[in-house]
Structures are given as C-alpha cells and as structure tokens.
C-alpha cells in the first residue's frame, strides 16, 4: 500500500501521523530540524512546545477547550494521551511537562510501524508520485514550501501575520448602552442598514480611553519579526500615541450615526463591532488590532460603554503566522483546490492554539487514510467542538468583498462557533435564569449536546 506523506512533525503532524498508522495505513512523516531550523524551536524532538506548556482548561462541561479534550481522547489522540500521562499541576488546566510530552510523541512515532520518520526539508512542493499528502508545517513554514504554495494558488493564498481584532460574544454586549446601525444607514451587500454594533464615547470616556490605551503594557515582537506595521494595520494604541484625536478620525468616528438611547446628544467617539461569523453569535471590535497584553486588553476594552460586562472569543494581537486564507483556497475536508492530492492541518489552516492544531492533524489523518481505504469520508458534525472549528476553517467566517486574506482570521475554539441551541429559561427549582447563571447553562447544553452527536458521529465510522 501506497504511504501517506505528512509534511511537519509538530503537535498536527505527528497527531496526523498517528492516526494514519493506526488506521493500517503507511505514513511517512518528514520533520526538517535538526537539517533545518527555525527560530522559534530549541530541539529536534517532535511535537515541540515553543510557547507555553498548557493546553488550557480541561472542564468538558462549561469550556469549549475541555469539549476538545474530550473528543479527542474519545478519537485515541496521541497528544493528548502523551500530555495526560505528563500531565503537572495547573489548577483545572491541563498543562504538561514540556520535555516528558514531547519525548512521549517521539517515542510513541518512533516505535510505530507503520511510521516512518524521514529528517529532511520537504523544499517546494511535493513530488509528483506523492499522492496523498498532508501538510502541517504550522506558523513557521519554510519559506521555499511557502512560495510554492503562494503560487499554486494564487495572490490572497497566504498571509504571514495576523492582525486581529478581538473577538466579543454577542450575548455579552449591553444593547441599553450599544445600538445596531450602519455608518449613514448605508446598505452594504448582503447588509440591512443597521449591520453594525455601536458603542458611543462622550468626551470625558474618550480622553479616558486615550490615557489607558497609551499606558498599558504591550507584548514586543519575537527576534524574528519585523515590525509589520503599515497604514492599514496599525495597532490602536499605536495610532493613539500619533495624536489624541486620530482615533475619533480613524476607527472611532463617530460620523453618520445616531444613538437612539440619546438621540439629541451626539456621540464623541463611537466604537463598532462587526458581525464575525455565519452564526451570528461573535462580533470584532472594528479596527482594533492591537499588540497589548491580554490581560491589560480586557481591562481597557470594558472601558467602553456597552461592552463592560464583554466576554471574549479571543483577544486582539499582531504577529508572524504563516497561515491559509483557507475558506477561499481549501475545499471541506481541507484539501487544496489547485492541487487535491493535498490538503492541510494545524495552524497553517487557521486555527489557533496547541490543542486545536492537533484536533485538525487528527481528523485530516484520518480522512486521508479513510481515502487510501477506498472508505467514506465526512468529518464531525459542526455541532462538535472539532466540526465547529473545522466550520470556522472552511466557511463560517464572514469574508468581505475584495478582502485579502486578512479578511480571514486564526481562531481558537470557543462556544461561539457552536451553533446556537435551545435551552431552557428556569433552573430545576423553577427559578428564571440570569446572567451568568445563564451562560453557564448554555454552555452545559451545548456540551451536551457535542458529545451525543459525536458519538452518533464515531459510530458510523
């Protein structure tokens, strides 16, 4: 039987490789260090853990990273049995010992046979006669394998940093204080005229929000990052500190909109959010990538009216990352148009964090190897946590018309991409839910509802 070849062997393409073997199937996994370095990893050892040592919360019952976790061990993931039996104290996260962990993945690779590990950079495209191939070559892809793919697909293939806004729920958003209208009651495509969330800023706010933007900490680029920056992604705090008034002209203007909870008192500063998914459950902060720590982010951000109680999908941040504009150039089960003898997994599609890297790895493997057995292939329902990002990946992003790749963003899990589920109103006592009370029970419901469907999934695999 023909290998497959997996092109990367961090936590996606080791995961892929797994899963491919233990389907029956030969996988050749080509890892390029120690030939080839990057500036990120210090060893050789697969799976690599450059940043931090947790895979996050582990409560399957209220976290959409714990519902990951749980899929996964339920599909016999290699990461996450390697991190469980690694496993160090971290409250309810799972973090791991990052040498044990990564020792554990190359081991388990190593005696595996039907893996074989080749050491070498997969420099351009893969040969001809490689016809199933699965590339996971994660943020920091070689740049000869990178140009190769740039020009098998086309200009907006790829984009080499993110610039991203944060992310709110929906649910979070105080409609007392915000609106929903488009600048001049403008309709876009596909738009109604009211297609934006609108936070007004009187002066005393603004002034207020300036001082916090300019004062909070921010996180310096890595060595091997030039600074990106240009006109139309400058990070907001950068373009606070060019003059206190550039942000009520750039991102903030507060032009062509009325606020209907104060009609006759003109906003100083306005601050919109977007619709970001099909869902319709997750709105950007317009304009507002930023380079400020999380944690100084979040304090600022509920600064604004309207958004004091926001929860976050994901925070903003600007940085290297090699990834795909993947619902343009990849088709559902990850496979590149131009070239369906390929098809991707890990960070270089467009996810976003260790544990979602090696979901993808793990459910590209085992489709390739389902295709190499002449089996049918599907993937998870969208209601699963690994449906609902792979949804993310292909299509459940909102793109905007003539955007580049930009317009497509990384994406950790979240219960956001999940879609919405009817829940009850009262808790078992009768009593009307409220609040977080709320959102907890939401939360358990559609966790509840991704393990049934998985299962139902699994069994007809």
């Not at 996971?136 to 000869?144: E, F, H």
């Not at 304090?299 to 940085?319: T, W």
């Amino acid at each position: 039987m023909k290998p497959i070849h997996i092109i990367g062997g961090g936590l996606a393409g080791s995961e892929a490789a797994w899963q491919v073997a233990n389907l029956g199937v030969p996988a050749i996994l080509h890892e390029m260090r120690p030939v080839r370095g990057t500036q990120a990893h210090k060893t050789d050892a697969l799976a690599e853990l450059v940043c931090s040592n947790s895979f996050r919360s582990d409560d399957a019952a209220t976290n959409a990273i714990g519902v990951l976790h749980r899929e996964m061990r339920q599909m016999d993931s290699l990461i996450l049995k390697s991190a469980d039996s690694h496993q160090v104290p971290a409250g309810g996260a799972l973090a791991v010992d990052r040498d044990g962990f990564s020792q554990a993945v190359s081991a388990a690779i190593a005696a595996h046979p039907l893996i074989t590990l080749v050491r070498d950079e997969v420099a351009g495209l893969p040969p001809a006669d490689w016809d199933n191939v699965i590339i996971a070559t994660g943020p920091l892809t070689s740049p000869s394998l990178a140009e190769a793919i740039h020009a098998l697909s086309g200009e907006g293939a790829l984009a080499f940093f993110d610039a991203i806004a944060p992310i709110v729920y929906r649910e979070s958003i105080n409609m007392d204080k915000a609106w929903f209208q488009s600048r001049y009651d403008k309709v876009g495509p596909g738009g109604n005229g009211a297609d934006y969330i609108n936070c007004p800023l009187d002066k005393a706010q603004y002034e207020a929000f300036v001082d916090a933007l300019l004062s909070g900490e921010t996180t310096p680029f890595k060595e091997f990052e030039s600074t990106p920056y240009f006109d139309g992604c400058l990070p907001v705090e950068i373009m606070a500190s060019r003059g206190r008034e550039t942000l009520r002209h750039g991102p903030m203007k507060p032009v062509g909109l009325t606020n209907p909870h104060q009609p006759t008192q003109k906003p100083y500063a306005v601050v919109q959010l977007r619709q970001d998914n099909a869902l319709g459950t997750l709105y950007n902060i317009v304009g507002f990538q930023t380079k400020l720590k999380y944690g100084a982010q979040g304090d600022v951000l509920r600064m604004i009216p309207g958004l004091e109680n926001a929860e976050f999908a994901r925070l903003g941040g600007l940085h290297r990352n090699t990834f795909l504009n993947s619902p343009r150039v990849l088709d559902p089960t990850l496979r590149l148009k131009a070239d369906t003898r390929m098809r991707f997994a890990g960070q270089i599609t467009g996810c976003e964090g260790y544990v979602e890297s090696a979901a993808v790895g793990l459910v590209m493997g085992r489709i390739a190897a389902r295709e190499r057995l002449g089996k049918p292939v599907s993937i998870p329902p969208e209601t699963t946590a690994i449906g609902a990002l792979l949804n993310h990946i292909t299509g459940g992003h909102i793109d905007t018309i003539d955007a580049g790749p930009s317009s497509f963003q990384p994406m950790n899990v979240n219960f956001g991409l999940f879609p919405p589920i009817a829940q009850t109103e009262t808790a078992p006592d009768g009593k009307k839910l409220r609040g977080p009370e709320k959102g907890i029970a939401r939360k358990r419901a559609l966790s509840a509802r991704a393990e049934i469907d998985l299962q139902n999934w699994l069994a007809t695999q």
